[in-house]
């Protein structure tokens, strides 16, 4: 049965199905050959149940904030603050480029939203630096993924639903880990610029700088509605997530008055269809969990990989290992909910941290998320700037590189992402 269904799986992905087509096809194909008694009653139970929980609503909700910022002007504002302050640096443009995708991600909690806003933007200026294509595209869809983990994090809400960790406690502990990779990754780009021999730009004067940083200030209000508002009680994360748009509606009708209604109605429309393809995704990999369940599939192939009684580090290397693997080919959403249950009694018994085991495998959802073949950033890179798939993807090992040392560092230094979470308790 398994063979059949990774032969289903794979013939589709490569025949260019939408994931939202080839989950459920490849699920409804092996039930049909192999379980032809069964009830898809049961089935179409399964999907509703995966998306039956109360805090998913955050999931529109974070993506509709995120439409608005993007349709308006709060990107180029936030890329000018940044680049008045930073820009005249070794590596200026490329570190302007990450810095504003790790607040970007703060703001909208979307890693397509944050390669369409700032990559358009900052894209030309590297190139016109003298940046080659490669590097830049590799660094838009990389720093990008850290929106997959700063919060609002999308992968943080699924992960809290799917593996019953508190989200707010969640999104406290990716803040550490994403602000590492953001260090990281401009220490790269400050090598790669000495090594390319790619000069600095004119500083800012303080007047420019000034008035960039006060049209920007405004923007300073996401974070406060979702890591303060849940942190001081005064919001559930769902609540912070409808704080957030009404937050990003007022900001630019009434205070960067650049919305218009066609703006908000394309959102809108954007907003539907990304969260519609996140849910079908959802209650898919809910039903794909089942499946497995049902046919007894982890009992046959985890104790001989796992083995009885898995020391933490073991447990932890072989999750990370699967992730990485499955959200090579498939969107990290659907990896999480088929394999969180998977190793869920072995999680229950080792001893591994649930909040650190969390962050580490919303991690690698945001590796990913750019990770050939089959990265959604990488997609989302050729569509916007019509570019070849190769070109894309060039550049990218050495960003791979450091996000899996990242992980590594976080297995060995904990307290990066829990310092926080216990502070805050």
Known sequence: MVAFLLIVFFVLLFLG?????????????????????????????????????????????????????????SSNRLVRAVKASIGHLRGGLPICTNISSTLFGAVSGSTQATVAAIGQTMRPMMLDAGYSSSFTLALIINASDIAYL???SIGAIV???????????????????????????????????????????????????NKALREAFWLAGFPV?????????????TEAAAVSVAYAYLLEVVVYRSMTWDKFKGGLLTTGWITGATFILI??????SWLLSYNQIPQMILPGLVGLNPSPAKLVIIINIAYFLFCMFVSPVVAMYILVPIFAPYVASS????????VLVVLQGAIGSATPPFGCDIFTAQLNFRRPYFEVIREVPPFIIILVLTCVILYLVPDIALLLPRLAM
């Open 283 to 288: 209650g898919a990999g809910q039903a794909f």
């Open 150 to 152: 700063i919060p609002p």
């Open 225 to 237: 509605i979702v890591i303060g508002g849940i942190y001081s009680g005064l919001f559930s994360p």
């Open 351 to 358: 001893g591994v941290d649930p909040l650190l085991l969390g």
């Open 17 to 73: 199905v939408p994931f939202v087509v080839l989950i459920p096809a490849a699920i409804i194909g092996t039930c049909l050959l192999y379980i032809p008694g069964v009830d898809f009653y049961v089935l179409v139970q399964q999907m509703v149940s995966g998306v039956r929980s109360p805090v998913l609503v955050a999931i529109p909700l974070f993506i509709l904030a995120a439409s608005i910022i993007t349709s308006g002007e």
């Open 159 to 209: 992960y809290g639903v799917v593996a019953n960790v508190s989200v707010g406690r969640l999104f406290l502990a990716c803040v550490g880990p994403g602000l590492l990779i953001s260090l990281l990754f401009s220490i790269y780009c400050v090598i790669y610029s000495k090594v390319k021999h790619i000069e600095k730009l004119p500083k800012a004067d303080k007047r420019e700088r």
